[in-house]
């Protein structure tokens, strides 16, 4: 089992790292070089999307044939309540992007730009988190008022409330919840590359960096922008 392990993590830590590559400022401003500003604006987003579909299937289908042992199986009740604790954690996520723009985060609104013609084609979103407001502020609504990486965190509650755990799954679960936090404060680097001040007054807003807070979560929001 230690082999099926290592290559477990070290297959998931490649994913992680082509991932974070492609997303980092100097292939992105690599690309804009090979296909113009314009181009790079309007098909970066989409094929990104599409390699992580692609490489995570990939990955799946590598880890489903390594040699596995189940650690545990819950029963019912608990496997129900599990499950639901799934389906929230994805519902949060969903509830993120929602706030990011679903057609947004897919780099939808770009790619319609560049096949009607039009000559400007804004930049997609320089990571997962909202856009600045007419004031200039950071766009923190919803989930992103409670923590500054829902979508990361969203992912965490759904990977480990598998009813069924195995070994390989636990590994593959630790490494990309390390990835994931890693991930976020590399984003963080980069939204504050992009936006400034906007972004630091974002961190200095109370909205926690990963785990959200309940009290913000559940608080009535009052409008956007960081408070």
Same mark, same amino acid.
């Given at each position: 089992?230690?082999?099926?392990?290592?290559?477990?993590?070290?297959?998931?830590?490649?994913?992680?790292?082509?991932?974070?590559?492609?997303?980092?400022?100097?292939?992105?401003?690599?690309?804009?070089?090979?296909?113009?500003?314009?181009?790079?604006?309007?098909?970066?987003?989409?094929?990104?999307?599409?390699?992580?579909?692609?490489?995570?299937?990939?990955?799946?289908?590598?880890?489903? #044939?390594?040699?596995?042992?189940?650690?545990? =199986?819950?029963?019912?009740?608990?496997?129900?309540?599990?499950?639901?604790?799934?389906?929230?954690?994805?519902?949060?996520?969903?509830?993120?992007?929602?706030?990011?723009?679903?057609?947004?985060?897919?780099?939808?609104?770009?790619?319609?730009?560049?096949?009607?013609?039009?000559?400007?084609?804004?930049?997609?979103?320089?990571?997962?988190?909202?856009?600045?407001?007419?004031?200039?502020?950071? #766009?923190?609504?919803?989930?992103?008022?409670?923590? =500054?990486?829902?979508?990361?965190?969203?992912?965490?509650?759904?990977?480990?409330?598998?009813?069924?755990?195995?070994?390989?799954?636990?590994?593959?679960?630790?490494?990309?919840?390390?990835?994931?936090?890693? !991930?976020?404060?590399?984003?963080?680097?980069?939204?504050?590359?992009?936006? !400034?001040?906007?972004?630091?007054?974002?961190?200095?807003?109370?909205?926690?960096?990963?785990?959200?807070?309940?009290?913000?979560?559940?608080?009535?929001?009052?409008?956007?922008?960081?408070?």
């Amino acid at each position: 089992m230690l082999k099926s392990i290592v290559k477990i993590v070290g297959a998931t830590a490649l994913f992680a790292g082509v991932h974070s590559l492609l997303a980092s400022r100097a292939v992105k401003r690599g690309a804009a070089k090979m296909l113009g500003e314009r181009r790079r604006n309007a098909l970066y987003r989409p094929l990104y999307n599409v390699q992580a579909v692609i490489t995570f299937g990939a990955l799946a289908l590598y880890g489903g #044939k390594l040699p596995d042992r189940e650690l545990y =199986r819950a029963s019912e009740p608990l496997s129900r309540l599990m499950r639901c604790g799934q389906a929230l954690s994805l519902l949060y996520l969903l509830y993120g992007t929602r706030q990011i723009g679903l057609l947004r985060f897919a780099g939808v609104p770009n790619l319609w730009a560049l096949l009607a013609g039009r000559t400007h084609v804004p930049r997609e979103p320089e990571g997962q988190g909202p856009a600045l407001d007419a004031r200039g502020a950071v #766009k923190a609504t919803g989930p992103f008022r409670a923590s =500054r990486h829902p979508l990361n965190f969203g992912m965490i509650p759904a990977l480990w409330l598998m009813p069924r755990m195995t070994v390989n799954l636990a590994a593959f679960n630790t490494a990309v919840t390390v990835y994931l936090i890693a !991930g976020s404060l590399h984003e963080e680097a980069r939204l504050r590359a992009t936006y !400034g001040q906007a972004y630091l007054d974002y961190q200095k807003s109370g909205a926690n960096f990963f785990i959200p807070s309940a009290s913000r979560l559940l608080a009535p929001g009052r409008g956007e922008g960081h408070e």
